[in-house]
């Protein structure tokens, strides 16, 4: 009976000694993730134990936080960097490590590659040499950034906030110049008639014809 109960502590003690001893080979991992041309911090990119299902993403920071065992090996892949790896050491005296990990740019270079609006290249060139394009559409493009066409379409686009902050500021300093009072008469200004008088005799005034901006079918 002593026999057994001697065996039995015995394994007892054996099991609590593994549990102890596999206890102590967990680390929690922290550390942060850089770009190894700038150094600034990576966001997002995964990272995880091989061969297992544990895994993170590194935060908005390039922080991470990450629980493995003395040995395992830690990947970290984000798109556009080369994929690698850390091997975490064995004889570590606490359960804790940190890790500044640098990421290097990964190049792709890709095959060259040619889009055709025809199938073959043998369709393209009878369309380009037998193609009726209409000579009218240089004409339509002319006219339509003619100054008359080009001065009516801006007088219907709105003022900017930059445009509206002169000429609120504008008014501000003509009001403080007339000392909040009323503004002089344009009739009475000799300026103001030579102007209107000139711009009579150019023909500013006459009535101008509609402009078509769109394409005439």
């Known amino acids: 009976m002593r026999k057994i109960l001697f065996i039995f502590l015995l394994g007892t003690s054996c099991m609590s000694f593994a549990q102890n001893d596999t206890a102590e080979k967990v680390v929690q991992i922290t550390g942060a993730i850089v770009e190894g041309d700038s150094l600034r911090t990576m966001p997002f990119v995964h990272v995880t134990v091989k061969n297992t299902r544990i895994g993170t993403i590194s935060d908005y920071y390039g922080f991470f936080s990450l629980v493995a065992e003395e040995g395992d ?16 050491p064995d004889s570590l005296k606490n359960n804790s490590f940190s890790i500044i990990h640098v990421m290097l740019k990964d190049t792709i270079q890709l095959k060259e590659f040619s889009v055709f609006p025809w199938p073959t290249r043998e369709q393209f060139k009878y369309a380009f040499m037998h193609e009726d394009i209409p000579d009218n559409g240089a004409e339509r493009a ?10 009516a379409a801006a007088s219907g686009v709105p003022m900017d906030g930059s445009t509206t902050y002169k000429y609120e500021l ?22 103001a008639w030579s102007k209107f008088i000139k711009a009579w005799k150019n023909g500013d005034f006459k009535k101008k014809e509609n402009i078509n901006y769109l394409p005439s079918e």
């Open 73 to 88: 090996t830690i990947e970290f892949s984000s798109v556009g960097y080369h994929r690698n790896q850390f091997i975490l």
């Open 142 to 151: 002319k006219k339509n950034l003619s100054r008359q066409a080009l001065m």
């Open 170 to 191: 504008q008014n501000r300093y003509t009001r403080l110049y007339q000392g909040e009072g009323f503004p002089p008469n344009r009739l009475l200004d000799p300026i």
